[in-house]
Nanobody, 128 residues
């Protein structure tokens, strides 16, 4: 059974940094893409960033480009989201998700319904 467990959230001042981690288990993820999404109170869940396990190709939402960096450690089966220059509008619950690229769109994307597995989320709060 696939399990995605996020960690690293917390409270930080505007301009600060946080690094989120997503530990993946339950299968081989070589054919998967891993994504980060976020959901602020009263808003829909939105795409943040994605990366493929098989190479270094990444994809970012415009709102975080240049501030956030997604990366992965294959040996640890862990995906990271380094968040710098945080803004109050980055406040949200951040979710890790896995997309089987053999099903549906075979390319990196930010579509929620393409992602097959989700973590429980970790809260990020940025104070002004």
């Amino acid at each position: 059974q696939v399990q995605l467990v996020e960690s690293g959230g917390g409270l930080v001042q505007a301009g600060g940094s946080l690094r989120l981690s997503c530990a993946a288990s339950g299968r081989t993820f070589r054919s998967y893409a891993m994504g980060w999404f976020r959901q602020a109170p009263g808003k829909e869940r939105e795409f943040v960033a994605a990366i493929r396990w098989s190479d270094t190709i990444t994809y970012y939402a415009n709102s975080v480009k240049g501030r956030f960096t997604i990366s992965r450690d294959n040996a640890k089966n862990t995906v990271y989201l380094q968040m710098n220059s945080l803004k109050p509008e980055d406040t949200a619950v951040y979710y890790c998700a896995a997309d089987d690229l053999r099903v549906g769109r075979p390319w990196l994307n930010g579509l929620r319904n393409e992602y097959d597995y989700w973590g429980q989320g970790t809260q990020v709060t940025v104070s002004s």
